[in-house]
């Protein structure tokens, strides 16, 4: 079975914190995306990694940056944490560059004080 | 773009009864359909997933939809809901065009009512 984990379940931060989310696949997937999820908004796609250090913007990439050195790992970074940034963020990975099934981590609930 | 409407925000539901969770998709073109479901506290988990072919597709713990492109619609169904099915339900559409990503509907949660 594909294992996604993230290392935080829950996270406080204070504003202005740099944050960083990270997220581990072992199944040798290309893609990796990163995602927040709001009540009554769905999942919103931050960014979107489909090899090592290439990666692409998603729906709201402001106030996000990624990093991917290595092809199981994809960090997700808050450059100066707010507020508006609490959210549950959910890192996923999927084998090929075609729209397929997603496997999921258990997410990480992000509180930024 | 490919974008996804579910209709409904909740749905509840008695155990046993029948249910059926709408999902409504545009794209021009055959797109790649999907129905993840969120139980409390987890991450998604696939329940099936369209591309081509038969346009019934079965599932797991014991989901089925139908994909149907005159009306634009992939809605999930299940002939008798366990109160273990109690979870958020999540329509995601791809397209062949945007690499791996997939748009997701804002979810229909659903309650089971003993």
């Known amino acids: 079975d594909v294992k996604v984990t993230q290392s935080s379940r829950y996270l406080v931060k204070r504003t202005g914190e740099k944050v960083f989310l990270e997220c581990v696949q072992d199944?040798?997937?290309?893609?990796m995306f990163w995602y927040r999820q709001d009540p009554g908004l769905g999942l919103r796609l931050i960014y979107f990694s489909y090899d090592v250090k290439m990666k692409e913007k998603g729906d709201i990439p402001e106030g996000y940056s990624v990093s991917r050195e290595k092809k199981e790992r994809f960090s997700l970074i808050l450059e100066s944490a707010s507020t508006n940034q609490t959210s549950m963020y959910l890192c996923a990975s999927s084998l090929v560059a075609l729209p397929d099934t997603q496997y999921f981590g258990p997410g990480t609930r992000l509180t930024v004080l | 773009a490919q974008s996804v409407t579910q209709p409904d925000i909740h749905i509840t539901v008695s155990e046993g009864a029948s249910l059926e969770l709408r999902c409504n998709y545009s794209y021009g073109a055959t797109p790649y359909l999907f129905w993840y479901v969120q139980s409390p506290g987890q991450g998604l988990q696939l329940l099936l997933k369209?591309?081509?072919?038969?346009?019934l597709v079965q599932g797991i713990k014991g989901f089925e939809a139908e994909f149907k492109r005159s009306q634009s619609s992939f809605n999930l169904r299940k002939p008798s809901v366990h109160w273990s099915d109690a979870a958020e339900y999540f329509c995601?559409?791809?397209?062949?065009?945007?690499?791996?990503?997939?748009?997701f509907g804002d979810g229909t949660t659903l309650t089971v009512k003993p």
């Open positions: 995601a559409v791809g397209a062949n065009t945007n690499a791996g990503k997939s748009t």
């Open positions: 199944m040798d997937h290309e893609n």
């Open positions: 369209y591309f081509s072919g038969d346009t």
